[in-house]
């Protein structure tokens, strides 16, 4: 970990300074300009990092917490085709907890589950597995920012970034808030997180509405290994991915997670914004609420609660996503709204991805000394040929579907249940008869032809 | 499990003054829902019914922004980020 108080500052394998702290005058360690300023130390600003510095570039990279990752929580599954590119064999030495074997998808009402689950032994052959990590983001990133620092990227943190440096309409440097904070720079990252102020600032983004976002409340609940191995049918390091939907979440548009790490497990909620006000429930009550569902009580049993915390997720999709670039610009991660919100829930993969594609724009653009909208128009281009974009774009309806359709966290889980415990409520009644009374009742709320089209809703939206 | 225990799980490095700030209570007041009150993990945002204001809970922000997007129709909070270095420090994340 970078943490300042330990590390002697090195810029392209040459020591510069003293730690952060000692310094009297900490700009007379680094050059006046730097080919990029990235803001953010998060899996976006490293992947872009890494790479700039890996070409040759100069690079300094602001973060604002005590260590890259202190601000930084995800629900828990980390999907890495790109750290691969980024870091070959990465699992031999990144901190990831386990691989992600099984996918289990629950639909809860008050009393009563049912799930999906699959598991293969395809995805538990050998390292990258499926490319599927369960992972802890204050040991995460902190590994990858270290890889970035050893290519020569040069990381300042406890360094807040409040605003860029314009000139000409072009953006030239940025304002850290610190004595003296003003830097120039051919361009600038903004990976400051789904707040993204800068992007704010540069006007490439407008303010949020309630239904883009969501809120997460996230517990990380220490077990021995052993009995988070027999609990979840686990063997060795093999994990699982658990997601809960319906009344896990009072119904609302959202749902709630487990994941295993190797002696913890990560468990929270998460849901739009516009549900916690219009249910009038606050993220700690509704996170309380899923950890006392029968469901979920038996799974976290006797498990002691070792952190909380709490975050904003992007989940507005394609339709969010802003203007990425600007003349001297770029935006990456959680800044450029990059969220796959369908069942897959990705964001750290595509952060890597978008701060990779920024990197290599910023290199072609170097080769020109070009760095307009247009010199550095590649990464777009980038964003849209890839996983990234077209992943987006077919889930675009997601966010829509999920605010336009409350039945399908509500009324329909909870029929659903019903009919199916009905199905299976053993008595003396002919199993005929337990059959029509199923078929009767659910016709009652429901037309076949009505939930064909309600079926296909899903359809669309999800798959 | 309280919200306050859990929030004492977690490390804090506590400025001397607020990074979070109410711009004019009195706006409040036409406020019905109290939408910032619901929306924060941490409780930050409390409203007191006597003193008919909100009392800013700062030391336990997890600096997620929810807040500010939940009062835009009145863009009432301002927040910025602590100093460097300040504010929550995650040990899991």
């Not at chain 1, 807040?160 to 440096?165: A, I, K, Q, R, W």
């Not at chain 1, 429930?281 to 709490?310: A, Q």
Request: charged letters at 25%; a neutral charge; one cysteine or more.
């Amino acid at each position: 970990m970078c943490l300042p108080y330990f590390t002697l500052y090195t810029f392209r394998g040459r020591h510069i300074g003293l730690p952060l702290q000692k310094q009297s005058s900490w700009r007379t360690y680094l050059s006046d300009k730097f080919d990029v300023i990235i803001v953010g130390a998060g899996p976006a600003g490293s992947a872009a990092a890494l790479t700039l510095a890996r070409a040759g570039l100069s690079v300094v990279v602001f973060e604002r917490g005590e260590f890259p990752g202190a601000k930084n929580m995800f629900g828990g599954v980390l999907y890495t085709t790109i750290l691969n590119r980024l870091v070959p064999n990465f699992w031999e030495d990144a901190p990831l907890e386990r691989q992600i074997v099984k996918r289990r998808f629950g639909l809860l009402s008050k009393q009563s589950e049912a799930a999906f689950e699959f598991r293969s032994e395809d995805y538990n052959t050998k390292p990258p597995y499926n490319h599927s990590f369960s992972a802890l983001r204050a040991r995460f990133d902190p590994w990858l920012a270290k890889k970035a620092e050893e290519a020569g990227a040069f990381i300042i943190p406890e360094t807040v970034v409040d605003d860029l440096l314009w000139r000409d309409g072009k953006v030239v440097g940025v304002k850290a808030r610190r004595e003296g904070g003003e830097m120039e720079a051919d361009v600038v990252i903004a990976a400051d997180g789904v707040n993204s102020f800068l992007a704010k600032k540069a006007g490439l983004r407008k303010d949020f509405k309630w239904n883009v976002l969501a809120v997460a409340a996230k517990e990380v609940i220490g077990l021995p290994r052993e009995v988070i191995e027999d609990r979840f049918g686990l063997e060795g390091d093999e994990g699982v991915a658990m997601e809960f939907f319906g009344d896990a979440v009072a119904g609302m548009v959202g749902g709630g997670f487990i994941y295993t790490n190797k002696d913890t497990l990560s468990v929270g909620v998460a849901c739009s914004i516009d549900a916690f006000i219009g249910k009038k429930i606050v993220p700690n009550d509704l996170l309380e609420r899923f950890k006392s569902h029968p469901s979920i009580r038996r799974l976290i049993r006797k498990g002691e609660t070792l952190e909380y915390s709490g975050h904003m997720i992007p989940e507005g999709g394609h339709k969010q996503v802003p203007q990425v670039l600007t003349d001297g610009l770029l935006l990456v991660g959680d800044a450029a709204h990059l969220v796959n919100a369908s069942l897959y829930h990705e964001g750290t993969n595509l952060a890597m991805a978008s701060g990779l594609f920024a990197a290599e724009a910023i290199i072609e653009a170097k080769k020109r000394g070009d760095f307009s909208k247009e010199g550095l128009g590649s990464y777009h281009k980038k964003l849209t040929d890839s996983f990234v974009f077209k992943d987006l774009s077919k889930f675009r309806e997601v966010e829509a579907w999920a605010h336009a359709n409350p039945k399908f966290f509500t009324e329909y889980p909870d029929l659903c249940l019903d009919l199916i415990k009905d199905y299976f409520t053993i008595s003396e009644k002919p199993k005929a008869l337990i059959q029509a009374e199923v078929y009767k009742k659910f016709r009652k709320k429901l037309s076949p032809l009505r939930a064909l089209v309600e079926l296909n809703k899903v359809r669309k939206a999800l798959f | 499990m309280k919200l306050e225990d859990k929030l004492f799980l977690d490390q804090y490095k506590v400025d001397s003054e607020s990074h979070l700030k109410i711009k004019d209570s009195k706006v409040c007041l036409d406020c019905t829902d109290k939408q910032c009150t619901w929306v924060c993990p941490a409780g930050v945002y409390k409203w007191d019914n006597e003193a008919k204001q909100i009392i800013l809970g700062w030391e336990n922000c997890m600096e997620m922004g929810a807040c500010v997007v939940a009062c835009n129709q009145f863009d009432n909070i301002d927040m910025k980020y602590p100093k460097g270095g300040y504010g929550i420090s995650y040990k899991f994340g």
